[in-house]
Structure formats: structure tokens, C-alpha cells
């Protein structure tokens, strides 16, 4: 715990001017950011003495090592750059709303040839006309299969576009009339875009126009004594008025408005957000966080905007926002909002009418949201705690394990060795944090060995990164090397690359291998964790616990011990350490299998200079095999189209060098079989391009 007086600034150092300031703790990682119109005021309210805190900020800067400020101009820019930064650092001390599940929209594809409807999640893209959002996908679906009927546009993939245009067939949806057919020009792309404005309108509340048009329709059609006309149009009409009725009018005079209701208690705080757009509810969403920090109403409603509106623009902000308590102050917010927009925005509190009406509902759905999330997690953070303090207990530690990181060792017979880092923080995966590595020391079977090697190389980078934010003071790790490389092979990062390339080498964002654990668990038994103990004490750490839990009797191992330490069966302890240990194994064998696999379909072929994936499947369509084309000679090599005599020479070479990979064999029958002409669905490095390989690097089950 530090002395928030160790790391107070000097009087007269801080500006008295607008601002945004950073608390950091001893790791340098950005635990709390803040605004101020005044940073020197503000800052001063944190280095009062520590028994007038609030509990919470109390913990905050007990945390923190560090603090620092940038200066900026107006309040407005601070809100920006408060905003920019929370979603940057993601501080642990900062109101974060958390939002339990991605809300689906009605999009409508307008920047297509042939626009399409279909429910969309995630980021908005541009060019693209979104409702909602909607509480369930099937809300959404219900309303779209009831305008289809007056508004039949297209709801299709591009793959079943293209397949009904290149056999001339529409699907099922074009021949019973919930599809105008594009895809065999039964409209033209003009035409459907029509429908498509059409259906927008509709869905944005100009309902009395089609309506009235319908309804003069079917008057003219019974007059004609067209009678099937008739009620083809009745039932249309029928079908609009029950999509509307989905929706009932709350508010006249077709207003565009965002309704946000508050509950809060002293530790929690529930948000709702009701969307209303041409009078009528069109969605609804909530998010509830903890309120780490002493927080008014105001700031809370604060917080909501800039998660609501921090990346909208154009009319996803309505010209109204309604809210319980307005922040202070309100200018910066109000002009922040205007300027998303690009016009003035409204926020207020409603104090009478049907809004003040409508606000009710919403503070109710507030408090039955926040009641149901505190019935929901209290049994969570019970038997969370539990589980880590009957750790603690068992292992002898000082206090709860926080953060716990597991490892685990997968191959095939010795083959494609790799390793797997999961990371546990206050019992829940932390899936972002997760890495992978090769095993490149040694060559062949050797748990132990693997073990030893994967423990020091993550904490070598840890102490690579302690020695460069200067926590050595004389420049030396306490093994005596300076920890600026790691010489044992490289570590390959679970998260992409683009957030990879963008974080490793900012100071004070999410690194790798940046922040220690207070556990450290091995899948395995006595000598796995005596490897890691031994890799820890060589690289002198010598505050981190490391215990291993052995699958056959689920025991607990920790080092120098001749006898485990078992724990009842019933404990949430023992069950904590088992669904850490087989998030580690899943991770692990996840990677193995895919090493395999791009292993196995790795070709001759690659090692040809010049040689592209475009005359690599000519060369295998051509001859049927790499077998086949091993034994044709230069003059049929050069038949194929593409390949000149030189390349084919080239080729020639190439496979008469390389050694004939040994036979497969197909383990049910016993049959040698023969090579094969790769996977059509394979990648240009002979990897299979599946929908489940991002998920993979997420760290996720496909």
C-alpha cells in the first residue's frame, strides 16, 4: 500500500487550468483517469488526509504510485480526451458500464447495389441504415416478416444472391411474394432501392403516408370488383397496422428522443436507456456497473452519455436527451453532444407530461435491473471469494490470490511442442491477457523441461519490463542479466496483431507479460511444479506462490513438499483450480491442433521461389497430385498454363531435392494412402481459412 504523500506533486507544480489526469500504480499501468475544469483543485481533494476519503477513492490512491496531467483548452476537450482515454487504458478504478450482451439492430444495407435487411451487431458501418436497438433478434425478425409483405425487400446473403443470379431461380422468399427478386431481375436495382427508401421510411415513422396509400389502393381495386386484389392489400394493410402496434405511440408530435433513468445503491449502479424515434419505442438497453469511486447521479448520467454517444454521429444522436440529473457542468457536455451530432442537441430533465410519464417507466425498469443483477451476482461473488480465500488458506498465502496464472504443456508424441498461458483475475477468465508459445530449447518429449523453459521466459519479460520502467535502480534484473531480450525463443501473442503492434510499446498501456500474478498453477504433479519453483528462483522472484493440481487424484502440489495438499471434494476452492487448469489444457491442445494441422498441409510446392497459390493449384489440377508431378518431366510441366520452362525447371528441382514426406496412413483400415491435391479450402500458407479461426486467437471454443 503506498503513501499517497510519497507521490504528491510539489505545490505550485500543478496548472490551474482545464485537464485530464492519470493515476498509475508501481507497474505503470493506468488505474484511474479524471477530468477537471481546475486540475490544481481537483487534485488537491486526493492528498487530503486519508480518513476523510471515500473508501473507495481511498483505495485508489493507496494503489497508485504515480500521477500525472495533460493541459488541454476548453472542458470540452477534456471530456474528449477522458472519453478517449478510459476506452484506451481501461482503468480498473474508472465507472465502466458493462454491458452483458451485444444488442442486435434492423440494418438495411444502403451502401449495396441491392440493399439488404437483416439484424446486425457489433460496430456500425458506414452507409448502412440502423433501427432498434432491440432487445431479441426474433423482435426483430417478427417485424420484418410482417413488412416484407408491403415492403418486399431483400433479406438474402450475398452467397445466395449469387447463386439464385447464376441459376436464373429465386428462393423461397421471391416465389411467395416476401421478396421482389432482384436476383432474377424481376425489379431493377433502382426499383428495389425504392423499396428499400420505402421500408426505411416506414421504420422511421412515416407510417400515415403508406397506410393511406394502401387503403386508397384496396378502394380502387373493389370498385374494379378485383377482389383477390382487394385483399392482398387488406391483409397488407393488416399486417402494417400490427408492426406499428409492436411499437405504440408514448410521445406526440413524432418526437426523437433518448430517455436515461439511474438506480443506483452505494456500491452499484443500474443504467437504462429507452430510444425513442417518431414517437414510438424502438429500443431499449441497460448496463450496470460498480461505483468504484464516490459518484453523484450527475457523473453517473455523465458516463452513460459518452458510452451511449462516444463513437455515434449524425442522427444516432437524437436532438433530445432526457435524464434524471444533469451533469456538472452541463455546458461542456451539452456542446460535446452537439458537436456528435453536428446540430443542437437537448438535455434536460423532463419535469411534467407525457415525457415526465415515460421517464417513470424507465426508472422503474432501472431499479427491477439492478434489483435482478444484485440477486444474479450475489451467490457469484460469494463463492467467488470463498474459492479464493480456501486457496489462500490452503496454501499458506498471505492474501487472496487476485490475479492467477495457469500452464500447461501439449504435443503430439514429441511432436509440435507448444504451451499455454490463461490468466484468472478475481475468479473470472481475463481471455485477453491469454498467450501461447513454442517450445524451441530443446527438441523431442520433456514436460518438465518445457515447463522450466515457458516459466522463464515469461518472467524474464516481466523483469524486462520492471528494468525498463525503472524499477531496478541499478539497471540489473535480480538474476544479473539486463532482461532486454528473450534468447529462448519467441512468445506468440493471443490477441491480433493490429492491437498488439499498437499497445506493446506505449508506456503505461496493456503489455505483455507486464503484471505479475500472486499464483502460479501448473497442470501436473511434483516434479512440473519443482521446475517452475527452480525457473522463479533463478530468475530470483521470490514473492509469487506456484502449486500444481495433477489430474488423476486432483491433487495439490506445491514445492519442497513430499505429500499434497487435497482439498474436500466439495470445495470451491479445489473446483476454482479445476476450471483454471482446463481452460489452460483447452487453450493449449486448441493451438497444438492447429499447429498440426498447418504442419500436415504444408507442400513441396512452397519451397519453390516464385511460385504463387494461383500456379500452384493449376500445377495440382493439371497433374492430380504431388506425386504425380515428382515423376512428369520439364517438357509436361510446361503444358500446364502459366508455367514457362524455366519455372519448370525450377519446379523440377525443387521436388527432386526434397526428400519424399513419409506415407499417411489412415489409422481405422491401415491403408497407405496417396498424396493428395491440398485442401480447396485452404489459405495461401496451406492453413484451412475457417469461420472459427479468429475465435481461436481470441482464445475462445469454436
Not at 455515434?312 to 452537439?338: F, I, M
Not at 467467488?384 to 490452503?394: F, G, H, P, T
Not at 511442442?417 to 513454442?438: C, H, N, P, W
Not at 487435497?566 to 493449449?588: C, K, M, N, W
Request: charged share 30%.
Amino acid at each position: 500500500m503506498a503513501d499517497p504523500s510519497s507521490y504528491r506533486p510539489k505545490p505550485g507544480q500543478i496548472p490551474d487550468s482545464p485537464g485530464v489526469y492519470r493515476f498509475r500504480d508501481e507497474h505503470r499501468r493506468v488505474i484511474y483517469v479524471g477530468k477537471a475544469k481546475s486540475l490544481r483543485q481537483r487534485l488537491a481533494n486526493y492528498f487530503q488526509d486519508l480518513a476523510g476519503l471515500h473508501p473507495r477513492t481511498r483505495s485508489m490512491v493507496t494503489t497508485a504510485a504515480s500521477v500525472e496531467w495533460t493541459v488541454v483548452s476548453t472542458e470540452v476537450e477534456a471530456l474528449q480526451l477522458e472519453y478517449s482515454w478510459i476506452k484506451e487504458y481501461d482503468p480498473r478504478f474508472n465507472v465502466k458500464y458493462r454491458d452483458d450482451k451485444s444488442y442486435p439492430y434492423l440494418a438495411v444495407t444502403m451502401n449495396e447495389e441491392y440493399p439488404r435487411v437483416q439484424v446486425m451487431r457489433g460496430h456500425k458501418k458506414k452507409g448502412v441504415r440502423y433501427f432498434g436497438p432491440y432487445a431479441h433478434a426474433w423482435a426483430i425478425r417478427d417485424t420484418v416478416d410482417l413488412l416484407l409483405r408491403v415492403f418486399p425487400v431483400r433479406t438474402c446473403s450475398a452467397g445466395v444472391f449469387k447463386n439464385a443470379r447464376r441459376t436464373g431461380r429465386p428462393c423461397l422468399l421471391g416465389y411467395i411474394g416476401k421478396c421482389s427478386a432482384p436476383c432474377v431481375d424481376r425489379v431493377s436495382a433502382e426499383e428495389h432501392r425504392e423499396l428499400a427508401e420505402e421500408f426505411c421510411d416506414f421504420m422511421t415513422g412515416r407510417t400515415g403516408t403508406y397506410l393511406r396509400r394502401l387503403e386508397r389502393q384496396m378502394g380502387e381495386a373493389a370498385e374494379a370488383m378485383e377482389y383477390e386484389r382487394a385483399a392482398r392489400l387488406r391483409d397488407d394493410i393488416g399486417a402494417l397496422k400490427k408492426a406499428m402496434e409492436k411499437n405504440a405511440v408514448v410521445l406526440a408530435d413524432a418526437t426523437d428522443a433518448d430517455l436515461i433513468a439511474v438506480a443506483e445503491d452505494e456500491l452499484e449502479a443500474a443504467v437504462q436507456i429507452f430510444h425513442v424515434r417518431g414517437g414510438r419505442v424502438r429500443g431499449q438497453r441497460g448496463w450496470v456497473t460498480d461505483k468504484v469511486e464516490e459518484i453523484t447521479t450527475g457523473a453517473l448520467v455523465e458516463h452513460a452519455l459518452q458510452q451511449l454517444y462516444g463513437e455515434e454521429t449524425g442522427d444516432a444522436v437524437p436532438k433530445e436527451v432526457l435524464v434524471p440529473a444533469l451533469p456538472d457542468p452541463l455546458e461542456p457536455v451539452q456542446e460535446w453532444l452537439s458537436g456528435r451530432r453536428g446540430a443542437q442537441v437537448s438535455l434536460r430533465v423532463p419535469q411534467r407530461g407525457d415525457k415526465r410519464a415515460l421517464m417513470e417507466t424507465v426508472e422503474r425498469n432501472a431499479q427491477q435491473a439492478l434489483i435482478l443483477h444484485k440477486t444474479k451476482r450475489a451467490s457469484d461473488l460469494t463463492i467467488r471469494s470463498r474459492a479464493l480465500e480456501e486457496i489462500a488458506d490452503a496454501l499458506e498465502l498471505d492474501s487472496a490470490p487476485l490475479r492467477i496464472e495457469c500452464y500447461d504443456i501439449s504435443h503430439l508424441q514429441g511432436d509440435d511442442v507448444v504451451a499455454s498461458m490463461v490468466v484468472f483475475e478475481d475468479g473470472l477468465a481475463r481471455k485477453s491477457e491469454y498467450r501461447r508459445f513454442q517450445i524451441k530449447g530443446f527438441e523431442g518429449q520433456d514436460d518438465v523441461r518445457s515447463m522450466h523453459e515457458v516459466i522463464t521466459r515469461r518472467f524474464k519479460r516481466y523483469l524486462a519490463e520492471k528494468e525498463r520502467t525503472g524499477e531496478w535502480a541499478d539497471g540489473e534484473s535480480p538474476d544479473g542479466t539486463s532482461g532486454a531480450s528473450d534468447d529462448s525463443g519467441p512468445l506468440t501473442d493471443v490477441s491480433s496483431a493490429p492491437l498488439s503492434d499498437g499497445l506493446k510499446d506505449e508506456d503505461g498501456r496493456p503489455k505483455r507479460f507486464a503484471y505479475p500474478p500472486q499464483l502460479v498453477v501448473v497442470d501436473g504433479g511434483q516434479p512440473q511444479v519443482a521446475a517452475a519453483q527452480r525457473a522463479l528462483d533463478e530468475l530470483g522472484i521470490d514473492d509469487i506462490a506456484v502449486c500444481g493440481l495433477a489430474k488423476r487424484l486432483e491433487e495439490v502440489w506445491v514445492p519442497g513438499e513430499d505429500d499434497p495438499v487435497v482439498l474436500p471434494r466439495t470445495s470451491e476452492g479445489l473446483y476454482l483450480l479445476q476450471r483454471i487448469r482446463d481452460e489452460a489444457h483447452r487453450f493449449a491442445i486448441t493451438y497444438q491442433r492447429t499447429k498440426r494441422s498447418k504442419r500436415f498441409r504444408s507442400s513441396p510446392l512452397d519451397d519453390v521461389p516464385g511460385l504463387g497459390d494461383t500456379r500452384k493449384q493449376a500445377l495440382i489440377k493439371h497433374f492430380g497430385s504431388v506425386k504425380r508431378l515428382r515423376a512428369a518431366t520439364i517438357d509436361q510441366i510446361c503444358e500446364v498454363p502459366g508455367i514457362g520452362r524455366k519455372t519448370a525447371e525450377t519446379i523440377a528441382v525443387a521436388l527432386a531435392q526434397a526428400a519424399p514426406a513419409a506415407p499417411a496412413v489412415n489409422t481405422a483400415t491401415g491403408e497407405i494412402m496417396e498424396d493428395e491435391a491440398p485442401d480447396p479450402t485452404a489459405g495461401a500458407s496451406g492453413e484451412p481459412v475457417s469461420a472459427g479461426a479468429p475465435d481461436e486467437r481470441r482464445g475462445q471454443e469454436t
